[in-house]
């Protein structure tokens, strides 16, 4: 058995024993959520857990079927969170849809809510979607970080459209703090995607915010979007300096790229030596844009006294063989390791690699010189 699937199992003991659902599953990961909808049912279907019917009475009996809207008038008890955990999982439809009675005020099992809105039983999906209806709108901002990435992802299902579509109902019309809330603290990437959809959309984010969200956001998607939103909301002197100071660098040459717009084009020559390859392009770019040639730029740093670590291979992605690859042979015996490994990676790109050469390096001092060399080797 693999440790996640020992894992998953041991959260539907940890519930059995009663224990409160973050206890029991990282409530933070959708797919948990999720999973634990199918795990709890397999274990019920091969006897690893007793069904959830203790608490309910008369769903085995003669005439079940007119249960479908009375079975929560038949409950014993009020289930505690892990017991209605398990009812909400159970294989037995009408179970399932008992439980939805008591999820109303519920906020810990509001994740197992939207799992029920994409329901293959109708009857059970309608009761949940009742249940989001009511709950999503008022409910807190902890409740909706770890609900609503939980509805997105079952969105793509066959049945999950209709919590989709109520959740980006709220998210485009509802309470700017929500957006905000899953925006700015949701760890959830495509949730963020979400509300920053729905910030672009209704123009919730000057500038700033959106240069904000793009320099501070771990989610690709997000970077892209929020940066060219930035860029384009044409107020250089907000965004800029913020763009640039990320440390991504997507969104670093989303700010080299504003450079040019706003005319600043020789501020970009720093960034010629960026640890990004694609913000040094986009450096070289605005400084072409600017009439500047970035190659002669990249010649005068590695000819320089202070050679900037990434001059040469910036040197070696734009400059010409027969011109630059004696200088960069030259740099590999400089004395700034980091230096050397950027002058052979720059060979490399120029298709230079001297084989000898590239072998002595291999007893370098500098890791990533050894590393370089290795690549330029063996590719």
């Given at each position: 058995?693999?440790?996640?699937?020992?894992?998953?199992?041991?959260?539907?003991?940890?519930?059995?024993?009663?224990?409160?659902?973050?206890?029991?599953?990282?409530?933070?990961?959708?797919?948990?959520?999720?999973?634990?909808?199918?795990?709890?049912?397999?274990?019920?279907?091969?006897?690893?857990?007793?069904?959830?019917?203790?608490?309910?009475?008369?769903?085995?009996?003669?005439?079940?079927?007119?249960?479908?809207?009375?079975?929560?008038?038949?409950?014993?008890?009020?289930?505690?969170?892990?017991?209605?955990?398990?009812?909400?999982?159970?294989?037995?439809?009408?179970?399932?849809?008992?439980?939805?009675?008591?999820?109303?005020?519920?906020?810990?099992?509001?994740?197992?809510?939207?799992?029920?809105?994409?329901?293959?039983?109708?009857?059970?999906?309608?009761?949940?979607?009742?249940?989001?209806?009511?709950?999503?709108?008022?409910?807190?901002?902890?409740?909706?970080?770890?609900?609503?990435?939980?509805?997105?992802?079952?969105?793509?299902?066959?049945?999950?459209?209709?919590?989709?579509?109520?959740?980006?109902?709220?998210?485009?019309?509802?309470?700017?703090?929500?957006?905000?809330?899953?925006?700015?603290?949701?760890?959830?990437?495509?949730?963020?995607?979400?509300?920053?959809?729905?910030?672009?959309?209704?123009?919730?984010?000057?500038?700033?915010?959106?240069?904000?969200?793009?320099?501070?956001?771990?989610?690709?998607?997000?970077?892209?979007?929020?940066?060219?939103?930035?860029?384009?909301?044409?107020?250089?002197?907000?965004?800029?300096?913020?763009?640039?100071?990320?440390?991504?660098?997507?969104?670093?040459?989303?700010?080299?790229?504003?450079?040019?717009?706003?005319?600043?084009?020789?501020e970009a020559e720093p960034y010629l030596y960026d640890r990004s390859g694609?913000?040094?392009?986009?450096?070289?770019?605005?400084?072409?844009?600017?009439?500047?040639?970035?190659?002669?730029?990249?010649?005068?740093?590695?000819?320089?006294?202070?050679?900037?670590?990434?001059?040469?291979?910036?040197?070696?992605?734009?400059?010409?063989?027969?011109?630059?690859?004696?200088?960069?042979?030259?740099?590999?015996?400089?004395?700034?390791?980091?230096?050397?490994?950027?002058?052979?990676?720059?060979?490399?790109?120029?298709?230079?690699?001297?084989?000898?050469?590239?072998?002595?390096?291999?007893?370098?001092?500098?890791?990533?010189?050894?590393?370089?060399?290795?690549?330029?080797?063996?590719?």
């Amino acid at each position: 058995m693999t440790h996640e699937a020992e894992s998953r199992r041991a959260a539907v003991r940890r519930l059995e024993r009663g224990a409160p659902l973050h206890r029991a599953l990282d409530v933070t990961r959708p797919k948990a959520w999720i999973r634990l909808d199918g795990d709890v049912r397999h274990a019920v279907r091969h006897g690893a857990l007793a069904p959830s019917h203790g608490w309910l009475t008369g769903v085995h009996g003669p005439g079940w079927r007119g249960l479908w809207d009375r079975a929560a008038d038949r409950v014993r008890e009020t289930p505690d969170e892990a017991r209605l955990a398990l009812a909400l999982c159970d294989p037995d439809g009408r179970i399932r849809q008992a439980a939805l009675a008591h999820a109303a005020g519920r906020p810990e099992v509001l994740p197992l809510v939207a799992v029920r809105a994409a329901d293959w039983v109708q009857p059970v999906r309608a009761r949940a979607l009742a249940v989001l209806r009511e709950q999503l709108p008022a409910a807190s901002h902890e409740s909706l970080a770890v609900t609503a990435p939980v509805i997105l992802r079952l969105g793509r299902r066959l049945r999950g459209g209709a919590a989709a579509e109520l959740l980006d109902g709220l998210l485009r019309h509802g309470d700017v703090a929500r957006v905000n809330t899953l925006l700015l603290g949701c760890p959830d990437g495509p949730t963020r995607r979400a509300a920053l959809s729905a910030v672009l959309d209704r123009g919730l984010y000057g500038g700033l915010g959106l240069a904000l969200v793009a320099a501070g956001d771990h989610d690709p998607v997000v970077q892209e979007r929020a940066a060219s939103a930035a860029v384009a909301a044409d107020e250089p002197d907000a965004t800029v300096p913020v763009l640039l100071g990320s440390r991504f660098g997507r969104v670093r040459a989303a700010g080299v790229t504003a450079l040019r717009g706003a005319g600043r084009h020789a501020e970009a020559e720093p960034y010629l030596y960026d640890r990004s390859g694609r913000t040094r392009a986009c450096a070289r770019w605005v400084l072409r844009q600017g009439g500047r040639d970035p190659v002669a730029a990249y010649r005068a740093a590695c000819t320089g006294p202070d050679v900037p670590d990434r001059a040469p291979l910036g040197l070696g992605e734009c400059g010409t063989r027969s011109v630059d690859a004696p200088l960069l042979r030259e740099l590999t015996a400089h004395g700034g390791g980091r230096v050397r490994a950027s002058a052979v990676a720059g060979l490399r790109l120029l298709d230079a690699v001297e084989p000898a050469r590239m072998r002595a390096l291999l007893d370098d001092p500098e890791p990533a010189v050894v590393r370089e060399a290795k690549r330029a080797l063996y590719g």
